[in-house]
T-cell receptor, first 114, second 114 residues
Framework: DTGVSQDPRHKITKRGQNVTFRCDPI?????LYWYRQTLGQGPEFLTY????????KSRLLSDRFSAERPKGSFSTLEIQRTEQGDSAMYLC????????????FGPGTRLTVL | AQKITQTQPGMFVQEKEAVTLDCTYD???????LFWYKQPSSGEMIFLIY??????QNATEGRYSLNFQKARKSANLVISASQLGDSAMYFC???????????FGAGTTVTVRA
């Protein structure tokens, strides 16, 4: 399977715990994105990497959130001191340097904070 | 301000009939791209079709076509010959000039009836 993969697919945690999600993009894609999707809504942009550089962060990405993409390959999204409001689907997408920048999405990580 | 508006929360369509999903957008950029994604109950976002703001012809991809009306700022998706497997959530998204992230609408749920 050469698509975008995400791990874990589901995560249940207690409020106050830290969680980390991983995204493996399509291998030749240099751009990687994180989005958050709450129930019944469209995805909302969180952050964007070009290679290993984090070029843009949404105001949705509070200081409890941190994302990395070491060596420009896989990426991790960490949420510290989780809150119930963090419960959502976290989607990762990647794209190549194409003219219209079609983004390919992974299956998502569904986070439930109890 | 909302950049993408999808006014139909849910739609029912009979198998083998066509269905049109509405999408209007708001941007002052002369160059932008419009995308449609399908999200089945499994959660993965599947790219369907793309329309560039300078494209002279409406985009088509198999049973999907995009009715692009630039002056009205609308980019409606038409699904022809609906199949049961088309039942899913459909999202309209836009990428503005000089930007890489996608802005999504709230989505439309399509249910295909046998």
């Amino acid at each position: 399977d050469t698509g975008v993969s995400q791990d874990p697919r589901h995560k249940i945690t207690k409020r106050g715990q830290n969680v980390t999600f991983r995204c493996d993009p399509i291998s030749e894609h240099n751009r990687l994105y994180w989005y958050r999707q709450t129930l019944g809504q469209g995805p909302e942009f969180l952050t964007y990497f070009q290679n290993e550089a984090q070029l843009e962060k949404s105001r949705l990405l509070s200081d409890r959130f941190s994302a990395e993409r070491p060596k420009g390959s896989f990426s991790t999204l960490e949420i510290q001191r989780t809150e119930q409001g963090d419960s959502a689907m976290y989607l990762c997408a990647s794209s190549a340097s194409l003219s219209y920048n079609e983004q390919f999405f992974g299956p998502g990580t569904r986070l439930t904070v109890l | 301000a909302q950049k993408i508006t999808q006014t139909q929360p849910g739609m029912f369509v009979q198998e083998k009939e066509a269905v049109t999903l509405d999408c209007t957008y708001d941007t002052s950029d002369p160059s932008y791209g419009l995308f449609w994604y399908k999200q089945p109950s499994s959660g993965e976002m599947i790219f369907l079709i793309y329309q560039g703001s300078y494209d002279q012809q409406n985009a088509t991809e198999g049973r999907y076509s995009l009715n692009f009306q630039k002056a009205r700022k609308s980019a409606n998706l038409v699904i022809s010959a609906s199949q049961l497997g088309d039942s899913a959530m459909y999202f309209c998204a836009m990428r503005e000039q000089g930007d890489y992230k996608l802005s999504f609408g709230a989505g439309t749920t399509v249910t295909v009836r046998a």
